[in-house]
């Protein structure tokens, strides 16, 4: 999934996914064009926002599900 934010396209995928690092990658290599090309400071806020949230919610997201899954297998 992907979400849209000050007209670029950044990544929000769930941790557990196949491809989440590379997206990150992706939203970082944006995050530090968008900074280069002298950003508002406010834009900028929200694209590291936008990077770090992903990543947190997604790690959130895997340990839930791989604690889920091991409650399930020692049942």
Known sequence: MWIALHGYWIPAIPAGMTNTAN??????????????????????????FAVLFGRVTGQRFFLTQRRNAKAISDK
Request: hydrophobic share 55%.
């Open 23 to 48: 997206c990150y990658e992706l939203a970082e290599q944006i995050l530090l064009i968008r900074i280069s090309f002298t950003a508002s400071l406010r834009e900028t806020f929200f694209l590291l």
